[in-house]
């Protein structure tokens, strides 16, 4: 048995045209039984950053909490809204700090730089490796489904209606072929003016 | 990316040519599952989910797992998938055979009972959880529950695989002896829904199935028409 796949649980996030979207299943889980389908994984850290914490549940709880309260006392030094690239570092300082007893999350974190705008995606491993590559981030229990749909799916430069449909597809696809990700899904679009929030209709097994 | 150590990351302790291998490529494949049957006058009704897992990938999400042993014998297959494939076509070629010295379609009791012998003699090797359902001349429609241990026994209603643990309050609450034909598949069809909503190792669609003297009528309940309970 596998620590970070004792929940379970699903989340990718996209770029597209000047805008970003992040998508999660909703399923609380311990090993096979489902035991709720309202599970929150996503979590705004900023009027356009969103974080995802897939892995074990408890920590997902934990390092959002811990992580806010970092945040809220950046935000009252700085007095601004924080970078994502910066947020990013302190995600990862926040986990290698814990380099030899650390949290199971496998956080990506989704975003538009405060000032231009310019879509950001990140995903780190338990100890805070980042990594920022231009297209799309995965994590999870199923992220190889996961990368799969994504790699066929994805293309540059997809308007925030595309990008909605695109990544939906991604997720849910994934999920179902993975027994311990799915009941229910969110997706989150990030744009420069608003931020479009929707549930997703999905398989119930 | 880094993996502290092969408890967190998800890898099983399969190493391909230097390389640590995800869990799935070595993970017994498993219909961890919902199997249900019911006996009802003039016939029994089987249903089973259609998930098959390695891990905790979903290797076939339309997998069959009533598997006929005679014209009128089938039985719902849970556990190991090798083990219960090998399990049934081992009972198949006996049964076969046996009908053959018999002159006339063989009980459902022998089924079972070759099914007992098997799961019980190699009880140690196998993992194996059946469920036998048939009609025949003698006894009607008839199911026997042969589970892990290599036990035989007759009941009414049967239910087995990871799915059921979930549904036994339900089945004790709404079963009645005697049920229509329309009124057992309704109620299987009910109970491995609620059973594939809860249980992760369950899923697919519905597969159902109607034992009569006539022989076998099949039935299938795709996603999107099952019935939809409290999901809270």
């Known amino acids: ?205 | 990316m880094a993996f502290v150590d092969r408890a967190y990351s998800g890898l099983s302790n399969n190493i391909h040519g230097g390389f640590e291998v995800p869990d799935w490529l070595s993970a017994e494949h498993s219909t961890g599952t919902s199997i249900m049957a019911v006996e009802y006058n003039g016939g029994v009704v089987i249903g089973a989910d259609s998930r098959s897992t390695t891990g905790s990938y979903i290797s076939n999400r339309f997998t069959d797992k009533l598997t006929q042993i005679t014209e009128h014998i089938y039985c719902c297959r849970s556990g190991s998938s090798a083990d219960t494939q090998a399990i049934a076509n081992i009972v198949r070629y006996h049964l076969d055979f046996h009908s053959i010295e018999l002159g006339e379609p063989p009980l459902v009791e022998a089924a079972a009972n070759i099914f007992r012998e098997l799961c019980y003699n190699y009880r140690d090797s196998l993992m194996a959880g059946i469920i036998v359902a048939g009609w025949d001349k003698r006894r009607g429609g008839q199911v026997y529950c042969v589970p892990l241990g290599g036990m035989c026994v007759r009941q009414p209603l049967a239910i087995g695989g990871s799915g059921s643990t979930y549904v036994y309050g339900y089945v004790d609450a709404h079963f009645k002896k005697d049920m229509s034909k329309k009124e057992c598949l309704e109620f299987v069809t009910n109970t491995l829904a609620l059973a594939m909503s809860r249980d992760g190792s369950s899923g697919g669609v519905v597969r159902l199935a109607d034992l009569t003297e006539k022989g076998i009528e099949r039935f299938t309940v795709l996603g999107d028409q099952l019935p939809r309970f409290y999901e809270g």
């Not at chain 1, 310019?118 to 100890?127: R, T």
């Open chain 1, 1 to 205: 048995m596998s620590i970070m796949s004792y929940n379970g649980g699903a989340i990718v996030a996209m770029k597209g045209k000047n805008c970003v979207a992040i998508a999660a299943d909703k399923r609380f889980g311990i090993q096979a039984q489902t035991l709720a389908l309202d599970f929150q994984k996503i979590f705004e850290m900023g009027p356009h950053l969103f974080i995802g914490l897939p892995g074990l549940a408890t920590d997902t709880q934990t390092v959002h909490q811990r992580l806010k309260f970092r945040l809220n006392l950046y935000e009252l030094k700085e007095n601004r809204h924080i970078n994502p690239k910066t947020f990013a570092a302190m995600v990862s300082n926040l986990l290698y700090e814990r380099r030899f007893g650390p949290y199971f999350i496998e956080p990506i974190i989704a975003g538009l730089d405060p000032k231009t705008f310019e879509p950001y995606v990140c995903n780190m491993d338990l100890i805070g490796c980042p990594n920022e590559p231009e297209d799309f981030v995965v994590g999870g229990t199923c992220t190889e489904q996961l990368y799969g749909m994504c790699e066929t799916l994805w293309e540059p430069d997809l308007e925030p209606d595309d990008l909605f449909e695109t990544i939906s597809q991604a997720l849910i696809s994934a999920v179902d072929r993975d027994a311990i990700s799915g009941w229910g899904a969110v997706v989150h679009i990030i744009e420069k003016d608003k931020i479009t929030t929707k549930s997703l209709k999905t398989r119930m097994d």
